[in-house]
């Protein structure tokens, strides 16, 4: 039985306000967006505009409603595109633009199924490597940017010693998790795409691999029992100590032998 994936997004970007002039809430106190339920708008300190609308650059991250299915997220996308495009007057480039300082945060559920208590670390690198390979594929003229921007400073590649601390900076936060807010994938991003068409595949693409995470999650039972810590705990605790702390393990066991993990390294992610 297929079960429902919920998805939320956090959408930093540049508006032109000229365009555009929507009311903008203080950080995490997010304002209504005219015209299109369910959106908010709020501050967000990181972005930088770089003036790409000159006087008329606004700094604004975008936060959506909970989509419960596929079908409800493109539904999404597509009114995000008739409120801010003015219903197909003007293409994506002229009302707004993603730069190096812009993320596209993804929260995503599954009722019932705790990421953090049931993935393994293996399979977060294959949806890593499924994610550039369909970017790679697909029309979006600027996909060697986004691949390239993929892995900044807040937003960190998951490696195994990142994964056993639940580091907030990490590319899939697994502490959004422990808060209530859904695992968050960290490491989008839309650097440079110019269009509604870009925009949409963007997340058409995203959703594929969800779908691709979710479906070979449940083929696993059990992750290693592992001590986490949060990164306020770790910078506590000396170096030494960290080093030398041990890690009770349990054997992980597969319920589907015909699933192989073939782990490559992160280099060549990039090639």
Known sequence: MTQQIHVGIELECVLNSAINDIIVGEYHEGVTVEDLP???????GSLNS???????????????????????LMKGIEDFKNRFSGHGRHELNEVMSFNDSCGAH????????????????????????????KLRESNI?????????????????????????????????LSSESERKGMEWRSLNLLNVRTWDEFSEFWNIVYDCLE?????????????????????????????????????RRKRRKTYSNIKISVKDTKEAFL
């Open 38 to 44: 369910g959106w908010s708008s709020e501050y967000d």
């Open 50 to 72: 770089k003036h790409e609308f000159g006087k008329h650059s606004l700094c604004v991250e975008l936060v959506s409603p909970l989509f419960k299915s596929r079908r409800a």
């Open 106 to 133: 993804l929260h995503f559920s599954i009722e019932g199924f705790s990421f953090s208590d049931k993935v393994i670390y293996e399979i977060y690198p294959k949806v890593r490597f499924r994610f550039f390979e």
């Open 141 to 173: 003229k600027s996909r060697h940017n986004i691949l390239e921007h993929y892995n900044r400073s807040y937003a960190q590649i998951l490696t195994k010693e990142i994964w056993r601390i639940k580091s907030r900076r990490a590319e899939f936060n």
């Open 212 to 248: 691709y995470l979710c479906a070979i999650s449940q083929k696993y039972e059990n992750i290693e029992e592992v001590k986490i810590m949060d990164e306020d705990e770790i910078q506590k605790t000396p170096s030494v100590l960290c080093q030398v702390m041990s890690y009770k």
